[in-house]
């Protein structure tokens, strides 16, 4: 588009735009723009209005645009006529609606609205702008591509192009985001115009209709910095007022979205301070002024301050954001996620700044109140340490004294936070203060801390006394602790942990000095100070203790204050048992552990190892110096590492307990024999805790435990002397295996139960004793009990009851929870409870109270350790329970464990009882007991009793669970554990009591319903497994009373319920009673199958479908085995399968056909498939309704179905139904009319009544079963299965074609009977269709089977049946079946009944006629089959059929029918056929020769060419005396064809039947007769046709032709003289008999023609040349009419010969020039022609000479066209363009379709390129022809020859540009435009420009 149109189209209105003026289509954004058009302007107004009445009950400030945009009067306005104010006016209004309705433009109303707006004021065209603002926030939307492709801005300077994507691509495609961000980027003006819809937004709606434009606001500006490589100042300075204006705005949204766009500016460039300082400000005045957003305000400065040049933000954000309230908790909340130190950075040294500000005030007061503040919440201790010191020290001397004050509580704080930061920094600056001012300071600074002491500066190494501790030189470092010491005795204000940490450090120096100077200082600060918080910290006293033993071998330090040390930490009370002593007590017995630990480590060898030795007996002597306490805390040592609880808070491992074990065999080997008894009493702990140790799983400890026992042996008092002493003969086994203890002890413990070993049961019992002694503690009393776990019994148990019972008082919710140790120990006591143990259960109350308890304990004390609950359910085993010999135990237990299923909420006691009640064999009346009490009733007899249940008032019928019912959930939760219960002993006493609660579950609403129907499956399921689990077992009719199942009951569930599940197991459980009980079921069958069919059918699932298969597969066997007689068990049959059918409609298409088949299978096909099939045939012809279309569909669908469940099952059972098929219809009446006869068979009626029905139902039935036993037999699948059962098939095929026999009889007999009726077609196409039948039946059988039935049929008294058997018979023929040569006789007799058939007078009628036609088509095909081997078998048939063909009465169609068999057995039989041509071919000829009949019967007369083509191709030797005859009807039959051809648009079948069989029997004539007998009889018939029938010349001639191509050259060569005098007859046509039909002659001139130029190319150039001469000289003779065929001849002789015919043309130059001056009209008066149709003629004389000039031009290879020639024909050529000879089309149609391709070709074949500057020349010349004709042409040639020359053309354009020039200027316009297009042309086809020559 050019600048202009530019200019142009900006200066265009949007009223001009053409589509306002289109009334076809109209912008619209719901309606179709040709549906727009048709409607009228006040159905957008009431649209539009209707959109505003909505919108104004969701915004009430549309009220203002009622009374403009939409009033009446807008209907009336047309803004394109209005003023520019009013304009203007309109264009506000717009904008503001628009604006306004941008919150909602996704609603149906604002669709509406804008519908109207669009409509009436174009807002697409006038407002833009406006219309985008308001749906750009939905660009990702199909409305808003709607709304872009109204828009026009297809216009490239248009702003909104880039939108145009959406109305040229795929049609609503919403815009993608990624181009709305880039374009954001790319167009700053788009993105002004984004943020301007912000302020629009928010001047005219409400703060939360905006947040959908402060979404897309934020969601387009920031992706689009993101995205933008670079962002330039341009883009900042474009943001920035808008940035501004967010950060000003008191709408939270609006806020938040420039937060975000700020941040997304910080993280993208690096900005200027003052933009940054600015910006910092705008951000803490909108903190402050606003603080809904502080984390997100504070988050968004974090963000600037972190990217952006540190500094760069001033003080003035400072104030603000130090006014704000929450900035503390904010930051603090904050820092918790995310990194705030660039804020913080920023903040502290301004706030520290301000604290050292000399003006006091308010301000100052605050703003270390937030410095404060910042120092407890935020982890900013160093810095603020740093910064507070260096302003400190840049203060004077003067500035201090108030400002210390102000400062104290700050640096207390500090300190109280983290002293280390602060610590660090004043080391950092000791180094560091040069002048005297600034350590003035300094010390001045150190005063304030707390801990200054510290820090002070000593005189001798002039550093800190922090670091002068931790100085390398010894001598500083012994000065500073000296100082400490001095410190310490002076009560200074010293830190306590700097002091522990420093003495600590130091007494690990190197330097003996050091070491004892700290160890003074130790000493002086123990006695001195408060040494409990020394003391404190146990692994502080022992690295203290290890250091002092180190040094006092090292160097030799006195021992006295190591000793004091030591002394003095062992204080306090001494017990064994740490559970039960105090805090104290256990951190006493701790550090001794520790101590006694490291003692005996470190002293087992090494340098010191003797040292720590004596240090060992020390501690010995000192703390354990009574011999109890020491093997009491011995033995807390060895049983300790068992303890979880750790309450010495100490870590006893493997190496201790082992230094411990051997310490104590060391001990034990030095006592006296009455301590030994002392310490093996059965009050000292050390044997039982020793025979822990032996169960230890570390070998090296139970080595040692045994060293130890052995150690013990000695006392022969002791009560555990019997089990030492056989413990220590199996040392070795013990040694070895961990498990050998539990298992000595195991067998200990037999030989006391077994045997009377007294001292042996004592010393066991003692060993219990001290697990159930409540001074042992729990860890070792469970080790004890763990070692005892193969001693069990009902003393054992007995024994440890008081132990349960102590820790189940512990357990309780409200008690203290147990130890690790205790959970443990009750584990091992609950263990106990076992087989062995069982029986006590029922002889001790006290027991079972106790295991009851411990059922109901269900607190977890430990996560790992089971409660007492699940650890009591788990002792319920089947052994366990089998033991308990008392029911009522038993029942008590069920109870207690069912009562825990109720009222626990814990899975795990759910699985654990659910795998107790499935191990454990319980009896059924027990669960009985539990599902109802014994004193209930458990069932109603009968529906109706449960039924009158309901109607009683619930008084006393205990329906609560408060009046002795059980409630729902528990039955339920019973229920749900019977399911999988396969231990259950007399599972029938469950039946009634699950019948009683079945009935209970049909009573309304009991108070404690909650899910009934599930209860109710389970119900059903329990008595289904009792009812398959009694029946496995085979003694379910024994057992269980048929009068305790309550069929009813369960139908009636069924009934009452609307769940599938719950049908399901209704009636699964059915199916099972069934295979019991079958009367009982067999009284409920139809109620049953009834709602199966009404329910159960329609599920698809595979669930539903098995349920169905095992109803159907229990119910159906027992019906059938109490059916009773069979009429009545097909009755019944009938019913149910009823039920299914009706269902199947709504049984999804997926599931009908197993189900049926299921329900088929089930019942038997071979008795009741046919009764399923009727029923479905029944159902389609009731339900068959519609169109034809959707009936045929239907239909298809329907017997596709049939058929698939047909094959489902053996052919033997399929044929078998197809015969009681048969055999019901031929029980059903023949009409309605007649049923009365037909009403004794019940079955009958209930498949079908016909009383219920119509006759056209009837008739629609009998139609279905014959159809679909067609289709059946027809199908594949059907087919295959034949072939897999073949071996049966047969003989129940019989039966069946039996029957069908039968129904056809019955079938015709009603054909005939009901001929004038309205139903006779009915009837014959059901005849028809058991004809189907019959054929389908016979393919089954056996080939001599099927000819015996077909000879039988064919001999039947009807007429329709023996045509129908002879056409079975023809199809079986017509299938090409391989037949055993012994089966043919059987076939050939055949002939004979045949032959009697088409023997019989046709006086019989029509069909008798119909009857012999197919006998005749029968014996054809028996012929064909089996007459090539017997042939003398078919030689009667062949005198039969000549018999009906010379016949000269008989119907045409038989004789039609018999020259075809005549055709087929001539074939057959070949010679011995002659005796028959006498009689044969004259009758063929003569019926070839009735005209009339021939036009009126077209199959006759294919019949009549068909046998005399079949002859003629047999015998053609034979033919020769009708030879003549046979060719003058072929001629005029093909005639005869092609004329009713041409006069008929349309060709029949037929029609081209006969055409093919014309063309074949003509080629049959030409090329299997010889030359000396075809030659002379088409002679004579050129000779008698031409005279009066000319037309058949041209089928003559294609005779002739095709016999001479198929001429050998011997042939050709004889025959050769015969030929040309027969053509030059022959081409005589045109001058002795043309008679003035030039159309007629030239056809015939034509065939003759090619008939010759056959002969042509067959000849050689010898033989050809003296015959071309002899034509020229024949050409030359009597009449000119010779000329046009001669020149004719030589055109289509040079197209064939091509190059060749060059070599004879050279005689034809001169007599072409000749006749083109004599044809030239122009310049001769002597015409060639003088008849009336001269120049017609002339015209065709010229089209053949040149276009033979053309072939030659063409072809010429040789230089045929030499100078002579060239000239000779030059100038008669060129004169051509003046020849008008014919008329002005005729001369325009010879130029450009002949002359110029001749004169072009002409061109190109001149030898002499003078000769073609002549003919250019000439051409040129003729363009100045005074005939406008004549020019126009000459430039046509003109044109050709240039095209033909191509470039050599260019040395004749100097002399075509004058002519050319001239011709521009001509007067004729035609000729002047065809100049141009010449000299176009010319420039293509030089390739240079001619403009410049003119």
């Not at 926030?137 to 192009?161: A, E, G």
């Not at 060129?1774 to 008329?1783: A, K, T, Y």
Request: net charge neutral; charged share 20%.
């Amino acid at each position: 588009m050019t600048s202009l149109a530019h200019q142009l189209k900006k200066l265009a209105l949007p009223q001009n735009d053409r589509s306002l003026f289109s009334r076809h289509e109209v912008s619209s954004l719901l309606f179709d723009p040709k549906d727009a058009a048709a409607m009228d302007r006040s159905t957008f107004y009431a649209l539009g209005c209707t959109g505003l009445e909505e919108l104004l009950g969701i915004e009430s400030a549309f009220l203002e645009f009622q009374n403009t945009l939409f009033s009446r009067a807008s209907l009336t306005l047309e803004r394109s006529v209005q003023s520019k104010e009013v304009n203007e006016k309109l264009d506000a209004d717009i904008s503001l609606f628009l604006t306004r309705l941008t919150p909602y433009f996704l609603l149906k109303p604002a669709h509406k609205c804008l519908e109207w707006l669009v409509h009436r004021f174009h807002i697409h065209l006038y407002n833009v702008d406006s219309l985008l603002a308001c749906v750009l926030p939905y660009h990702n939307t199909n409305v808003f591509v709607r709304v872009v492709q109204l828009l026009k801005i297809q216009d490239p300077t248009s702003r909104w192009n880039w939108l145009q994507c959406l109305q040229v691509g795929k049609p609503g495609v919403p815009l993608s985001k990624g181009t709305l961000i880039t374009h954001c980027y790319t167009d700053l003006s788009f993105m002004d115009f984004v943020c301007t819809l912000v302020t629009k937004s928010i001047q005219v709606t409400a703060p939360l209709n905006s947040r959908v434009v402060f979404s897309f606001y934020a969601s387009t500006i920031v992706p689009a910095l993101d995205a933008v490589d670079k962002v330039s100042n341009t883009i900042i300075s474009k943001l920035l007022p808008y940035v501004q204006k967010g950060l000003k705005s008191s709408l939270s949204d609006y806020k938040a979205a420039t937060y975000m766009i700020v941040c997304q500016l910080a993280v993208k460039v690096v900005m200027e301070a003052s933009l940054v300082d600015s910006l910092a400000v705008h951000l803490s005045k909108s903190l402050l002024k606003e603080p809904v957003l502080a984390k997100e305000g504070l988050g968004c400065l974090i963000v600037l301050l972190q990217n952006q040049k540190e500094g760069a933000a001033g003080s003035r954000a400072f104030a603000r954001l130090s006014s704000m309230p929450m900035l503390v908790p904010t930051l603090q909340a904050m820092a918790a996620l995310h990194d705030v130190s660039p804020l913080l950075r920023y903040l502290l040294p301004h706030l520290i700044r301000s604290v050292f500000r000399e003006d006091s005030g308010e301000s100052e007061n605050d703003e270390l109140s937030v410095l404060e503040s910042i120092v407890k919440s935020l982890r900013t201790l160093c810095l603020s340490c740093r910064l507070l010191l260096d302003e400190y020290l840049s203060q004077t001397d003067e500035d201090v004294s108030a400002l210390d004050q102000r400062l104290l509580p700050l640096v207390h704080l500090l300190e109280s936070r983290c002293c280390g930061a602060l610590d660090h920094v004043l080391a950092g600056h000791v180094g560091d203060v040069g002048s005297e001012q600034r350590k003035r300071l300094f010390h001045r600074f150190l005063s304030l801390s707390v801990s200054s002491g510290k820090h002070q500066i000593l005189g001798d190494s002039d550093t800190s006394l922090l670091l002068s501790l931790k100085h390398p030189q010894p001598a500083v470092r012994l000065s500073a602790v000296e100082h400490l010491m001095s410190a310490v005795t002076s009560q200074q204000s010293l830190d306590e942990t700097f002091l522990k940490d420093a003495v600590t450090e130091r007494l690990s120096d190197d330097v003996p000095e050091v070491v004892a100077a700290a160890l003074k200082v130790l000493e002086v600060s123990w006695w001195a100070g408060p040494r409990g918080k020394w003391a404190e910290s146990p692994g502080f006293c022992v690295n203290l203790l290890f250091c002092c033993c180190s040094y006092y071998y090292t160097f030799k330090l006195p021992p006295c204050s190591c000793v004091c040390v030591c002394v003095c930490l062992c204080v306090g009370e001494v017990w064994w048992n740490p559970e039960s002593l105090d805090a104290n007590t256990c951190c006493y017995l701790g550090l001794m552990c520790r101590v006694f630990g490291l003692l005996v480590s470190v002293g087992a060898d090494g340098a010191t190892a003797g040292g720590f030795r004596e240090l060992l007996k020390l501690l010995v002597k000192v703390q354990l110096g009574e011999r109890l306490h020491l093997f009491r805390f011995l033995c807390l040592l060895w049983g300790y590492r068992g303890n979880h609880g750790d309450q010495l808070d100490v870590k006893v491992g493997v190496v201790l307990q082992t230094q411990a074990l051997y310490v104590g065999r060391a001990l034990l080997g030095v006592q006296s024999d009455a301590a030994l008894v002392q310490l093996s009493d059965a009050e000292s702990p050390v044997v039982p805790s020793l025979l822990c140790c032996l169960s230890s799983p570390v070998r090296e400890v139970r080595r040692a435990g045994l060293s130890a026992l052995q150690s013990l042996s000695g006392a022969s008092g002791s009560p555990f002397q019997p089990i030492t002493e056989r413990l220590l003969k199996t040392s070795e086994e013990i040694e070895a295996d961990a498990s050998y203890l539990s298992t000595a002890l195991g067998v200990l413990h037999e030989e006391c139960v077994s045997g009377k070993k007294k001292k042996l049961q004592a010393a066991m019992e003692q060993l219990l004793r001290c697990v159930q002694a409540p001074c042992c503690p729990s860890y070792s009393a469970a080790a004890l009990l763990a070692t005892l776990s193969r001693v069990n019994g009902q003393s054992v148990l007995a024994a440890l009851l008081p132990v349960l019972d102590r820790l189940l008082e512990q357990s309780g919710p409200d008690t203290p929870a147990l130890l690790r140790g205790e959970a443990e120990l009750a584990q091992l006591v609950l263990g106990k409870f076992n087989e062995e143990s069982a029986p006590l259960l029922a002889q001790d109350q006290k027991c079972l109270d106790l295991f009851v308890r411990a059922l109901k304990a269900s607190t977890q004390q430990h996560p790992d350790v089971h409660s007492c609950q699940v650890v009591a359910l788990e002792q319920i085993t089947k052994p366990f329970f089998s033991a308990i010999a008392d029911e009522q135990v038993q029942q008590k237990l069920l109870s207690v464990v069912f009562d825990l299923l109720v009222e626990s909420r814990s899975p795990l006691v759910a699985n654990t009882i659910s795998s107790v009640f499935k191990r454990i064999s319980v009896d059924g009346q027990l669960v009985a007991n539990e599902l109802a009490p014994p004193d209930r009733p458990k069932v109603s007899a009968t529906v109706q009793q449960t039924r009158r249940s309901k109607m009683k008032p619930q008084e006393g019928d205990g329906a609560g669970p408060g009046e002795g019912a059980v409630s729902w959930q528990r039955v339920t939760l019973i229920l749900e554990l019977l399911q999988f219960k396969k231990k259950l002993r007399r599972a029938q006493t469950l039946v009634p009591v699950l019948f009683s609660l079945l009935a209970r579950s049909q009573e309304p609403c009991s108070e404690d319903h909650t899910n009934m129907e599930y209860t109710k499956q389970l119900l059903l399921s329990c008595l289904l497994n009792i009812c398959n689990r009694l029946v496995a077992e085979g003694g379910a009719k024994a057992l269980l009373e048929e009068e305790q199942f309550s069929v009813e009951l369960v139908v009636q569930c069924v009934r009452a319920s609307d769940v599938p599940q719950t049908h399901h197991h209704a009636l699964l459980l059915l199916g099972a009673v069934a295979a019991i009980f079958p009367e009982k079921v067999l009284h409920n069958i139809m109620p049953i199958f009834t709602f199966m069919g009404a329910n159960v059918l329609r599920l698809d699932d595979v669930y539903s479908f098995r349920v169905i298969e095992n109803t159907l597969r229990a119910v159906i066997p027992a019906l059938i085995q109490v059916g009773g007689s069979p009429t009545h068990l097909v009755a019944v049959v009938t019913r149910i399968m009823h039920v299914f059918v009706d269902a199947l409609p709504h049984v999804p298409a997926h599931r009908r056909l197993p189900v049926l088949s299921e329900l088929v299978t089930t019942l038997g096909p071979a008795h009741f498939l046919w009764v399923l099939m009727l029923l479905l045939f029944k159902q389609h012809a009731a339900l068959s309704s519609g169109s034809t279309s959707d009936k045929d569909a239907a239909l298809q669908t329907d017997v596709e179905f049939w058929i698939s469940l047909s094959v489902h099952f053996l052919v033997t059972d399929q044929l078998t139904s197809l015969i009681e098929m048969m055999n019901f219809l031929l029980q059903l009446p023949d009409d309605k009319d007649d049923s009365e006869k037909h009403t004794t068979q019940t079955h009958t009626e209930l498949i079908f009544n016909v009383e219920a029905h119509s006759s056209k139902e009837l008739r629609h039935l009998k139609f279905l079963c014959i159809s679909f036993i067609a289709e059946l037999l027809a199908s594949s699948s059907f087919i295959a299965k034949v072939r897999t059962e073949a071996s049966r098939t047969p003989r129940v095929a019989f039966r069946l074609l039996e029957e069908v026999l039968r129904y056809i009889q019955s079938v015709a007999r009603c054909v005939e009977t009901n001929a004038d009726k309205p139903t006779a077609k009915f009837w014959r196409v059901l005849l028809n269709k058991c004809y189907d039948v019959l054929d389908k039946v016979n393919a089954l059988l056996p080939a001599d089977s099927f000819l015996a039935v077909m000879r039988g049929l064919m001999g039947n008294e009807l007429p329709s049946v023996r045509r129908k058997a002879m056409e079975l018979l023809n199809n079986k023929l017509q299938q090409k079946t391989l037949w055993e040569e012994a089966q043919v006789p059987t076939r050939l007799r055949l002939t004979g009944d045949l032959l009697s058939i088409v023997g019989k007078s046709h006086a019989e009628g029509a069909e008798q006629a119909v009857n012999r036609q197919t006998a005749l088509y029968s014996l054809k095909l028996l012929c064909r089959s089996f007459g090539g081997r017997h042939q003398e078998a078919f030689v009667p048939v062949l005198l039969r059929a000549v018999e009906v063909v010379t016949a000269g009465e008989e119907e045409k169609n038989v004789t039609g029918s018999a020259l075809l068999c005549v055709a087929e057995v001539v074939s057959t039989l070949r010679a011995l056929a002659i005796p028959q041509l006498p009689r044969l071919m004259p009758a063929v000829l003569q019926a070839l020769s009735q005209r009339k009949e021939l036009l009126s019967n077209e199959i006759y007369l294919l019949s009549a060419v068909t046998a005399l083509q079949r002859v003629a191709e047999t015998l053609p030797h034979f033919i020769s005396p009708y030879l003549q005859d046979t060719t003058a009807q072929v001629c005029h039959l093909t005639r005869l064809l092609e004329t009713s051809s041409s006069s008929s648009s349309s060709s029949s079948s037929s029609s081209s039947q006969l055409s093919l069989r014309l063309a074949s029997l003509r080629s049959t004539l030409a090329t299997r007769l010889p030359p000396r007998v075809l030659l002379p009889t088409l002679s004579r018939c050129y000779s008698s046709m031409v005279l009066d029938r000319k037309g058949q010349l041209g089928a003559l001639m294609s005779i002739l032709k095709e016999h001479i191509n198929h001429m050998d050259k011997e042939q050709l060569s004889f025959h050769q003289s015969e030929l040309t005098a027969f053509f030059l007859t022959a081409l005589d046509f045109r001058a002795q008999h043309c008679q003035g039909d030039l159309e007629k002659t030239s056809q015939v001139e034509g065939s003759v023609i090619d008939a010759l130029v056959a002969m042509v190319m067959k000849l050689s150039e010898v033989t050809f040349r003296p015959l071309f001469f002899k034509l020229c000289d024949w050409s030359k003779s009597s009449s000119s009419e010779r000329l046009l065929t001669f020149f004719r001849l030589c055109d289509r002789i040079a197209e064939r010969l091509k190059g060749l015919f060059v070599l004879f043309a050279g005689n034809l130059v001169k007599p072409f020039s000749e006749l083109l001056r004599r044809s030239d009209s122009a310049h001769t008066d002597d015409p060639l022609f003088t008849s009336d149709s001269g120049e017609r003629k002339t015209c065709l004389l010229l089209r053949y000479v040149l276009d033979c000039l053309h072939k030659l031009f063409l072809y010429d290879t040789q230089r045929f066209l030499s100078a002579e020639r060239g000239h000779a024909l030059l100038e008669p050529l060129v004169q051509q363009l003046e020849n008008m000879v014919g008329g002005e089309q005729e001369y325009q149609q010879r130029v450009t379709q002949h002359l110029l391709p001749c004169v072009g070709q002409f061109s190109v074949a001149l030898a002499d390129d003078s000769q073609c500057k002549t003919l250019n020349y000439q051409i040129l010349l003729k363009t100045r022809h005074p005939d406008s004709k004549v020019r126009f042409s000459s430039l046509l040639m003109l044109m050709e020859v240039a095209s033909k020359l191509k470039e050599n053309y260019m040395v004749l354009l100097p002399e075509t540009i004058p002519f050319l020039a001239e011709l521009m200027e001509d007067e004729c316009e035609e000729v002047e435009q065809q100049v141009q297009k010449v000299v176009q042309e010319m420039e293509n086809i030089l390739g240079e420009p001619l403009q410049s020559y003119f």
